[in-house]
């Protein structure tokens, strides 16, 4: 949890989406293998998350939102000054001061569940019992009612509910193993099934990126030392109405790097119409002492010690993937 916290750090609460993404990784940090996310309004009357990860022991729930510098924050009136603080493994304490939050949990020591919500100006942490399977919900109502002139930053439901969709297909595509369930305003939008097998894989991969994706899908797989790269590229041929399914996680992270992307581009260009953009989703794995990711955490960029090598290592394999495909 340290790492994420670490990357976590300078992430904002910016809107709806970025307290889904910062509950989500708790939850996924928590070791669930499924996680229930309901939406209401595009996010600006609930969040709500329920995840059977590991819980969290009742002496530490009142923690889990307060700790670190809970006076610090609750005494910032500003949002922006939140913002620049970032949360440096305050997401919880970031998010229940600009919202009402209760975080309700049971361990599987503990025969009964807790919940606890922040109060008032000095957020002083009340605790209650609660009905709740081993597992965690967080609840968070009315975002932004304390904080007008960020409020007011919210689009439409319908976009900020988009923005929610797109991470959640990001994460989806990260996490095969984990199933995930997403409503809004009570409707099942979505449903990733967890997926092990690569039939079950590719059919997660249909419902993130649509059938026409994997129909065209081309396997990439190349591997050397160190260094692999797998996952799917789609056939130029079918790349025409595929122009936004552009997903690159580096050591499971999703990442959007310049290099990457130029190394794809470039192995696309001879086979790809001039007016097309490359469809892909890629995974890159390495050793994490060739890499650095906390490069810039909110750009989600990455360092490659050897990027060179690196460019030319992915520009071949997606070479090698085309040529296979046209066979
Ligand atoms: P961070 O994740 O950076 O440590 P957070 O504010 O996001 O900070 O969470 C605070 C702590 O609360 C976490 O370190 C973790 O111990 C606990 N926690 C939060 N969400 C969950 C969850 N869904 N399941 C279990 N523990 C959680
Ligand atoms: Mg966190």
């Known amino acids: 949890a340290r790492l994420a916290n670490q990357i976590a750090a300078g992430e904002v609460v910016e809107r709806p989406a970025s307290v889904v993404k910062e509950l989500v990784e708790n939850s996924l940090d928590a070791g669930a293998t499924r996680i229930d996310i309901d939406i209401d309004k595009g996010g600006s009357r609930t969040i709500r998350i329920?995840?059977?990860?590991?819980?969290?022991?009742?002496?530490?729930?009142?923690?889990?939102?307060?700790?670190?510098?809970?006076?610090k924050i609750s005494s910032l009136d500003d949002l922006e000054a939140i913002v620049s603080l970032g949360f440096r493994g305050e997401a919880l304490a970031s998010i229940s001061s600009v919202s009402?939050?209760?975080?309700?949990?049971?361990?599987?020591?503990?025969?009964?569940?807790?919940?606890?919500?922040?109060?008032?100006?000095?957020?002083?942490?009340?605790?209650k019992?609660?009905?709740?399977?081993?597992?965690?919900?967080?609840?968070?109502?009315?975002?932004?009612?304390?904080?007008?002139?960020?409020?007011?930053f919210l689009r439409t439901e319908k976009t900020e509910f988009g923005h929610i969709d797109e991470l959640l297909k990001r994460i989806a595509l990260s996490r095969f193993d984990v199933a995930i369930n997403l409503r809004h305003n009570g409707k099942l939008v979505r449903q990733y099934r967890a997926s092990a097998t690569q039939?079950?894989?590719?059919?997660?991969?249909?419902?993130?990126?649509?059938?026409?994706?994997?129909k065209h899908a081309l396997a990439v797989e190349l591997e050397h030392g160190d260094l692999k790269l797998s996952g799917w590229i789609c056939n130029?041929?079918?790349?025409?109405?595929?122009?936004?399914?552009?997903?690159?996680?580096?050591?499971?992270?999703?990442?959007?790097d310049k290099l990457i992307?130029?190394?794809?581009?470039?192995?696309?260009?001879?086979?790809?119409?001039?007016?097309?953009?490359?469809?892909?989703?890629?995974?890159i794995e390495v050793d994490?002492?060739?890499?650095?990711?906390?490069?810039?955490?909110?750009?989600h960029e990455v360092r490659f010690h050897?990027?060179?090598?690196?460019?030319?290592?992915?520009?071949?394999?997606?070479?090698?993937?085309?040529?296979q495909g046209w066979h």
């Open 100 to 127: 009402r939050l209760t975080i309700t949990s049971r361990t599987q020591a503990q025969d009964e569940a807790w919940s606890a919500y922040a109060e008032g100006r000095d957020m002083e942490v009340k605790l």
């Open 261 to 283: 992307n130029h190394a794809i581009r470039q192995a696309y260009e001879a086979s790809l119409p001039s007016d097309q953009y490359a469809a892909y989703v890629l995974f």
């Open 236 to 256: 130029p041929q079918g790349a025409r109405a595929q122009n936004d399914i552009q997903y690159c996680y580096v050591n499971g992270r999703m990442m959007k």
């Open 199 to 214: 039939v079950q894989k590719e059919r997660r991969l249909a419902a993130v990126c649509g059938n026409p994706f994997l």
């Open 306 to 323: 050897q990027g060179r090598w690196v460019h030319d290592f992915i520009y071949q394999a997606i070479q090698s993937a085309l040529h």
């Open 50 to 71: 329920r995840d059977n990860g590991k819980g969290i022991v009742k002496d530490e729930l009142g923690l889990a939102l307060s700790r670190h510098a809970t006076s």
């Open 288 to 299: 994490p002492h060739q890499v650095d990711v906390n490069v810039h955490p909110a750009k």
């Open 129 to 152: 019992p609660a009905a709740h399977p081993v597992g965690t919900t967080v609840e968070v109502l009315d975002l932004f009612f304390n904080t007008p002139a960020r409020r007011k």
